[in-house]
């Protein structure tokens, strides 16, 4: 069983729309999680840490499940530059990453 | 502020050859980690450098090695190149904390090739 997992997408949603999706992680003493963002051939890039009791970043928000061992990010009102693959982040001693979950916000 | 630099920005070898790719961390950061991203993958971890000595490896052969100096910047290298090891080549920089809870900020990465 992989580490991280995502579901790759792509989620492909209209302007304005709500776009959530979830990883899941295989190690229950992870400590930190994040959520990076990467578009194409660039490098990733630290959107938000995800805590306890969860956290919001604007028009991003992050969740956190212990019990079931996954992490969610919810994008609310999309914008054509939130279009990247998202990239979830456990840190259980180091870091792991997902293969990424890709969403495109079309006009 | 300068943030995390990486050289060169692409890199062609032949297999069998060795290559050298260099990072230099955020201003104030004291810890480098290598990473490789495979095209369509997340980054795989390599390994991490703090005071100048590897800490912690990810799943990766001997072929890979790495070094970090005094001013924190790293180099990492990889011997007897495999047409496998075509990838982007991230660095990433953080300061350790007790806690270990840290943020990691990548370099925009090497792109190797190898034919």
């Known amino acids: 069983r992989k580490e991280v997992e995502q579901d790759p997408g792509p989620f492909n949603v209209p302007e304005g729309a709500t776009v959530a999706f979830n990883c899941t992680y295989s190690?229950?003493?992870?400590?930190?999680f994040f959520w990076y963002r990467q578009d194409c051939r660039k490098e990733p890039k630290l959107l938000m840490s995800?805590?306890?009791s969860g956290n919001e970043d604007g028009r991003f928000t992050a969740q956190l499940n212990r019990a079931s061992q996954y992490i969610s990010l919810l994008i609310r009102d999309s914008k054509l530059s939130d279009s990247a693959t998202y990239l979830c982040?456990?840190?259980?001693?180091?870091?792991?990453f997902g293969a990424g979950t890709t969403v495109t916000v079309r006009a | 502020d300068a943030g995390v630099t990486q050289s060169p920005t692409h890199l062609i070898k032949t297999r069998g050859q060795q290559v050298t790719l260099r990072c230099s961390p955020k201003?104030?950061?004291?810890?480098v980690s290598w990473y490789q991203q495979a095209l369509g993958q997340g980054p795989q971890f390599i390994f991490q450098?703090?005071?100048?000595?590897?800490?912690q490896r990810g799943n990766f052969p001997d072929r890979f090695s790495g070094h970090q100096f005094p001013n924190y910047s790293s180099e990492l290298n990889v011997n007897a190149l495999l047409l496998g090891d075509s990838a982007l080549y991230l660095c990433?920089?953080?300061?350790?904390?007790?806690?270990?809870?840290?943020?990691?900020?990548f370099g925009p990465g090497t792109r190797l090739t190898v034919t």
């Open positions: 982040v456990v840190n259980a001693h180091k870091l792991s």
């Open positions: 201003s104030g950061h004291d810890t």
């Open positions: 450098y703090y005071e100048e000595e590897e800490r």
């Open positions: 995800v805590y306890s």
């Open positions: 190690n229950s003493a992870s400590q930190s």
């Open positions: 990433a920089s953080s300061l350790k904390r007790s806690s270990g809870d840290y943020e990691q900020y």
